[in-house]
């Protein structure tokens, strides 16, 4: 099994990056992804895992993907001054370039 490329935990909320390489108009475009679980012992004392998570976990899964946001725009959104977005229309992937905003600050 592959292993995430960058893993984040708040609480027992975690998100991890994966790598996924995909055809994209005829070339080959690695694309992270995002995964998100809350991990936790059972009755037994065995760690479990879920995707669901309770009122109070949500901040924390909000938290984690806010995070997950920031490390993909870190890794591959901005580039030579342009930022790829990845759409998806009619079912079809495709990518777009567009000028990176000035930084005015």
């Known amino acids: 099994m592959n ?3 960058k893993k984040f935990r708040a609480g027992q909320a975690s998100r991890a990056l994966w790598e ?4 994209i ?3 080959n475009v690695t694309m992270l992804k995002a995964t998100v679980e809350r991990r936790y012992k059972d009755r037994n004392g065995e760690r479990q895992s879920s995707q ?9 899964v ?11 725009i870190e890794e591959q959104g901005v580039q030579n001054g342009t ?3 990845q759409v998806v229309e009619r079912g079809r992937y ?6 990176q905003p000035e930084d005015r600050g």
């Open 83 to 85: 930022v790829e977005e």
């Open 3 to 5: 292993q995430p490329l």
């Open 52 to 60: 669901s998570f309770g009122r109070n976990e949500i901040p924390l």
């Open 20 to 23: 996924d390489e995909i055809v």
């Open 94 to 99: 495709a990518l777009r370039s567009r000028a």
């Open 62 to 72: 909000k938290y984690c993907l806010d995070k997950a946001f920031e490390a993909i």
């Open 25 to 27: 108009d005829g070339r």
